[in-house]
C-alpha cells in the first residue's frame, strides 16, 4: 500500500510543525470494480490534489511479513510512476514494535532489512529510496504520536534530499497503468536504477 504526501492541500490536511501536508491515497492497482474512466479520473485527481507536486511517497509494509502481493503492487507503483517514486519514497514498517513496548528505530530495521538476501526486491528498494525507513505503530499511544512525528521528519528530509518535489502527467502514468496487463514484470526488469524512468510532468507527444 502507497501513500502520497503532497505540500499544501486543504481537505484532509495536517499542519505539523508549520508545515501544512496532505495525505492522498494512491489509485487502486488490483481494484477489478474499476473500470478504464474510473482509473483515468484517479490520476487525474491525484494530480489535482498534489498541484505542487508530491513531497514522498509513503510505501506501508507490515514488520516481519512483506508477501509477494505487496512485492507485485510495489513494482507496479515503480513501473507506473518510474525511479522518481524510489527516490521520493519513504518505507513505513507497520507494528515495528518490541514487545509492544517501544517503536523500533531506523538503524534496527534497517539492519533487518540489510539481512534480506541482496537481490531480495525490498531491500534493494530501501537501499535506492537512501535508507529512509520510519517505525509505525497506529494504534497504541505514545508510539502513535511518536509515529507521526517520525513520518512526517520522513517526509521533510526526503523532500530536502531531492530538492524538489515529484510531478507526473496523469495520461503517462495511466499509460503505464493499462500496460501492466501486457507486461510480464521479472524481478530485475524493475526501474530501480534509472532515474530517467520518472513520469514526466511534460508530454512532447500531446
Not at 512485492?71 to 527516490?87: A, N, P, R, S
Request: glycine share 4%.
Amino acid at each position: 500500500v502507497s501513500m502520497a504526501w503532497g505540500r499544501h492541500g486543504r481537505s484532509s490536511a495536517q499542519e505539523k510543525e508549520s508545515v501544512l501536508l496532505r495525505v492522498i491515497d494512491t489509485p487502486g492497482l488490483h481494484d477489478t470494480n474499476l473500470g478504464p474512466e474510473s482509473i483515468k479520473l484517479e490520476y487525474e485527481q491525484l494530480a489535482k490534489m498534489a498541484p505542487h507536486g508530491v513531497s514522498a511517497f509513503v510505501v506501508c509494509v507490515p514488520h516481519g511479513r512483506f508477501t509477494q502481493e505487496q512485492e507485485e503492487t510495489l513494482k507496479d507503483l515503480v513501473t507506473i510512476f518510474g525511479h522518481g517514486l524510489v527516490q521520493h519514497a519513504v518505507v513505513a514498517v507497520t507494528h515495528a514494535m518490541e514487545k509492544n513496548k517501544r517503536l523500533l528505530d531506523r538503524t534496527e530495521l534497517f539492519d533487518e532489512i540489510s539481512k534480506l538476501p541482496p537481490k531480495a526486491f525490498l531491500r534493494r528498494f530501501v537501499e535506492d529510496a537512501s535508507d529512509r525507513v520510519v517505525g509505525v505503530e497506529n494504534r497504541l499511544e505514545p508510539h502513535r504520536t511518536q509515529s507521526t512525528r517520525r513520518l512526517h521528519q520522513a517526509v521533510l528530509e526526503c523532500l530536502a534530499t531531492n530538492d524538489s518535489t515529484y510531478k507526473f502527467k496523469p495520461s503517462v502514468a495511466l499509460k503505464r497503468h493499462q500496460s501492466l496487463n501486457e507486461l510480464d514484470v521479472q524481478d530485475d526488469d524493475v526501474a530501480l536504477a534509472d532515474a530517467s524512468e520518472q513520469v514526466p510532468a511534460n508530454d512532447p507527444a500531446e
